[in-house]
């Protein structure tokens, strides 16, 4: 035993000797050498190992260059124990294809977001790479609305998540449409954070329900006047007072879970009302006049004509 060599190290190297490989293996290799058609890498074994650049990856825009480095540590497939030059042959994809499932399951369950190039249009949708793995994004995942020409995402780079991860089925579905509702959803929320409460809005009916309308206030963002905040009146429907495309101003009188509460009546509750003298009296309650003299003709003096006290 060489004097520098200790217990342990000898008994791993004894170990190692007696170790075998065998096609199916997935073992855990460190990337020695990189060139323009294949990946060295030490196995921890007699011989080396090889990675052949089309047992690399299935993403055609994979570069052997750029995407694996010296010293990275990688699980490979072994798919030949050993070729005609000694060496052992090795797939990164076909272990990729067994192992990233679990990781894609999950950034389902994370609702982890990726960057995702579209390579190509197919029937209903788009395709492009995660991790290695075909990817496919419906036509009506891709966008907010539904996108009818697919063609000209080809070369795009969306930001997606994973709502799909079927090992078995080998069918990953992603969704560029839910990372953008979640935006739009927390830009909408922050710009109703800055709305105040007790501040008048302007905009226009944009639809109506027996429960209430709903007025679009500018910037996106659409409030809800409850049917008990149009009027000071009793109303059976909302349609008595408005109608679509009416232009009306209202009082935000509450911002709360990403919805907005206006009320029309609280602006007539605003508007001076008028002095109970203004009210006019009904003739059979005003007191009459009689032979030049005034006279109480009120119902209730009528009733007390006959009385004597």
């Known amino acids: 035993m060489d004097n520098g060599m200790s217990m342990k190290d000898f008994e791993n190297e004894l ?3 007696f170790k075998v490989l065998k096609e199916g293996d997935i073992i855990d290799v460190t990337v020695i050498g990189i060139s323009d058609t294949e990946v060295t890498v030490d196995l921890d074994y007699y011989t080396e190992g090889i990675i052949p650049l089309a047992e690399c990856s299935h993403d055609p825009a994979f570069s052997i260059k750029k995407d694996i480095n010296i010293g990275d540590n990688i699980k490979a497939m072994v798919i030949d124990s050993e070729n005609a030059g000694g060496n052992v042959i090795l797939s990164l994809k076909e272990a990729n294809d067994i192992l990233i499932w679990d990781e894609l399951k999950e950034d389902y369950k994370n609702g982890t977001v990726f960057k995702v190039k579209i390579t190509e249009s197919v029937p209903s949708g788009v395709t ?7 990817a496919f994004i419906p036509a009506s995942q891709l966008a907010l609305q539904y996108v009818e020409d697919t063609e ?13 991860a079927d090992p078995n089925g080998q069918k990953l579905v992603l969704s560029a449409k839910a990372v953008e509702k979640e935006r739009a959803l927390a830009e909408k929320t922050q710009q109703i954070g800055r709305l105040s409460t007790g501040s008048v809005a302007e905009g226009v009916v944009e639809r109506i329900e027996p429960y209430g309308v709903f007025i679009n206030i500018g910037n ?3 409030g809800l006047c409850h049917i008990s905040q149009i009027t000071n009146k009793f109303i059976k429907s909302p349609k008595e007072i408005l109608k679509l495309g009416d232009t009306v101003k209202a009082k935000i009188i509450k911002t709360e879970g990403g919805r907005i509460s206006l009320s029309i009546k609280a602006l007539m509750e605003d508007e001076p009302g008028q002095d109970d003298g203004t009210y006019d009296i009904p003739d059979e309650y005003k007191a009459g006049s009689k032979s030049g003299e ?12 006959d009385i004597k006290l």
């Open 152 to 164: 000209s995402y080809v070369g795009m780079t969306v930001d997606a998540v994973v709502i799909t």
């Open 294 to 305: 005034t006279a109480d003709e009120s119902p209730f003096a009528k009733l007390l004509k």
């Open 220 to 222: 996106g963002l659409t």
């Open 128 to 134: 492009g790479y995660l991790k290695g793995i075909r």
């Open 15 to 17: 170990a190692q000797s």
